[in-house]
């Protein structure tokens, strides 16, 4: 068994259990799945208190109105109604004005909370920390249990342009925030280890050897965009006549009157 200490620069990610005649190409493909699926987990860890708090998501064309300018625009969320929580809900406002505040009562929000933390501790860092290797189905596994919990306190379902459900669905729209930075396509994926780029196309044995018992640290990074930069033409270093004219004394020649 390899062990990989997967990091994103010098952040602890997890640790990940892998063999020397692993392909490259399949490591990277399963790794960059776990990584990204933990900060789904994370967005919906950090999401889910809010529907707890305030109830579901208005839409979009209501969000952020105070509720004069709703009834003076003769707005309605369509979606109130049906997506009522089990139990009946408890009003909670929404200062932000994202959502409806209607929230679920104290134990189905003890219900929503506690299975946020077990799935938080599922794919913790805190793992890497006891030796716990982090697989693809222990993400699903809280990914369910997320779901699930969602599911009980809400059994007709969230809106369709919620959060919560846009990220069950795979439908979440990152575009413009923090968290999209975060995200590593799989194409886009790459593996270092020891200042070198683990190819795809070679195994895991080609840079370590075939020897099993073997711990590396790895860094997951974006592929390196290649810049269009021209600017360095301009540069001193890069004139080819530099040298020359250096030879010929022609360097630091300025006109007009001293």
């Known amino acids: 068994m390899v062990l990989l200490h997967v990091k994103r620069g010098d952040e602890s990610q997890f640790l990940f259990s ?4 692993a ?25 889910i208190p809010e529907l707890a708090d305030h109830g579901i998501t208005l839409p979009p064309n209501m969000q952020g109105l105070t509720e004069e300018q709703i009834v003076e625009l003769n ?11 089990s139990g009946g809900a408890v009003f909670k406002k929404d200062e932000i ?29 805190k793992q890497a920390e006891a030796n716990v290797c982090v697989t693809m189905e222990m993400v699903t596994g809280a990914l369910d249990q997320l779901r699930g ?4 306190v809400y059994p007709m379902g969230l809106p369709p342009h919620d959060p919560i459900r846009m990220e069950f669905e795979d439908r979440e729209d990152l575009s ?4 999209s930075l975060r995200v590593i396509a799989e194409d886009e ?10 190819q795809r196309g070679k195994k895991v044995q080609d840079y370590v050897g075939k020897n099993e018992k073997t711990k590396l640290v790895v860094k997951i990074q974006k592929k390196l965009e ?26 630091n020649i300025k006109w007009g009157p001293r």
């Open 23 to 47: 392909p490259l190409e399949t490591l990277i493909q399963q790794i960059t799945a776990i990584y990204n699926g933990r900060l789904k987990v994370d967005r919906l860890c950090s999401e």
């Open 75 to 85: 707005l309605k969320d369509e979606w109130e109604d049906k997506c009522m929580p």
């Open 97 to 125: 004005g994202g959502r409806n505040g209607h929230a679920p009562n104290d134990k189905m929000k003890e219900v929503l909370m506690k299975t946020v933390e077990a799935a938080k501790a599922l794919i913790s860092k």
């Open 176 to 179: 413009g925030t923090q968290a």
């Open 149 to 152: 919990a969602v599911m009980i």
């Open 18 to 21: 892998t063999t020397v005649d």
């Open 226 to 251: 290649a810049t269009d930069d021209d600017s360095y033409l301009d540069s001193e270093w890069s004139d080819r006549q530099a040298l020359k004219k250096q030879f010929q004394g022609l360097t």
């Open 189 to 198: 994926c790459q593996l270092w280890w020891a200042a070198k780029e683990m």
